[in-house]
């Protein structure tokens, strides 16, 4: 019997058809270099809940079903052991801090999974944690199953969330995209979201220290930095074209 082509594999051919060859090496290069440094660099972008919301451009038929509160919790955590991943560690704390979570359906089988939180303190890497203001919102934890990926579910994932969230209130939506992710990148650009910045975060091993550096906006205007031994850059307003 031949042997099951090994994960990490798959995940990096997955990679590598995604991403392209350009990107896929700067990740290998960064795998390469984990014990020494690691670096993350994303775009920070926002989007008014109080315009009209761009329609998801997924192919093919799907539902959405958002699941938050206490009353949901159980179907929940059901729903996301069907999708085949770990259940987070944390699932009891997202459902008791009122986070909200949109599962998208291909008939009954669910083929993808997203988060929304409306509370300040979710880490975004190395204890450098999320403020969020009043009537605000942020998306995380999105996950489509491999077979699925290419056909728009991620759209779907935004829109449903952006619109539970306007329903029960909330302005702004914020979230973060890698500067590597190609396709989250050109989803942004097809739903019309607006970059406010791109936040940059290298941290050295052994040294105990993490590098930090935002363009476009100062990072406290949406994080709190890590208090322990931390590196600190600030760059200017440039405004949202600026790129890395």
Do not use: C
Not at 17 to 44: C, D, K, M, S
Not at 74 to 88: I, K, M, S, W
Not at 102 to 123: D, K, L, N, Q, R
Not at 195 to 204: G, Q, S, W
């Amino acid at each position: 019997m031949t042997s099951p082509v090994p994960r990490a594999w798959l995940r990096a051919l997955e990679i590598l058809r995604w991403r392209g060859p350009g990107h896929f090496l700067l990740l290998t290069l960064r795998e390469l270099l984990r014990p020494v440094i690691y670096w993350y660099a994303w775009n920070i972008y926002s989007t008014d809940l109080q315009l009209p919301l761009t329609q998801p451009y997924a192919k093919g038929k799907f539902d959405v079903r958002i699941f938050a509160g206490d009353k949901d919790r159980p179907v929940a955590r059901q729903q996301l052991t069907l999708l085949g991943e770990p259940l987070p560690k944390n699932f009891d704390t997202r459902v008791n801090r009122g986070d909200a979570l949109a599962i998208v359906y291909s008939g009954a089988e669910p083929v993808a999974s997203g988060w929304m939180t409306f509370s300040s303190g979710m880490e975004l890497a190395y204890g450098i944690t999320w403020i969020l203001r009043p009537a605000e919102g942020t998306q995380y934890g999105s996950f489509v199953l491999p077979k699925w990926r290419g056909h728009g579910i991620f759209s779907l994932l935004n829109v449903a969330l952006n619109t539970y969230a306007r329903e029960n209130g909330v302005l702004r939506s914020i979230g973060s995209i890698s500067v590597l992710n190609t396709q989250s990148l050109s989803m942004a650009k097809r739903l019309g979201k607006k970059k406010i910045m791109t936040v940059i975060l290298v941290h050295i091993r052994g040294l105990g220290w993490t590098f930090q550096k935002a363009i476009g906006a100062p990072l406290n205007t949406r994080f709190t930095p890590w208090p322990g031994r931390v590196r600190y850059a600030e760059a200017p307003n440039l405004g949202i074209t600026d790129k890395l």
